[in-house]
């Protein structure tokens, strides 16, 4: 049984670790996104008073 050998435990360790905190980092900074947030203004809106037709 090939996962009672521990003597490539180290090396697939070191290579997932290896992937995990250099390439998928970069992908991950990497990626643009497609709606950019736009800046709020920071004056307060008047909020509209509702329409009661029906009062």
């Keep these: ?8 435990w180290f090396i697939i360790l070191l290579f ?3 992937i995990f905190m ?3 980092p970069n992908k991950v900074m990497n990626h643009l996104f497609n709606n ?10 008047k909020p509209d008073p509702w329409n009661w037709p029906w009062l």
């Design 16 to 18: 997932s670790w290896v």
């Design 1 to 8: 049984m090939p996962q009672l050998n521990p003597s490539p």
């Design 36 to 45: 950019e947030p736009a800046l709020k203004s920071t004056e307060k809106s």
């Design 22 to 24: 250099v390439i998928l």
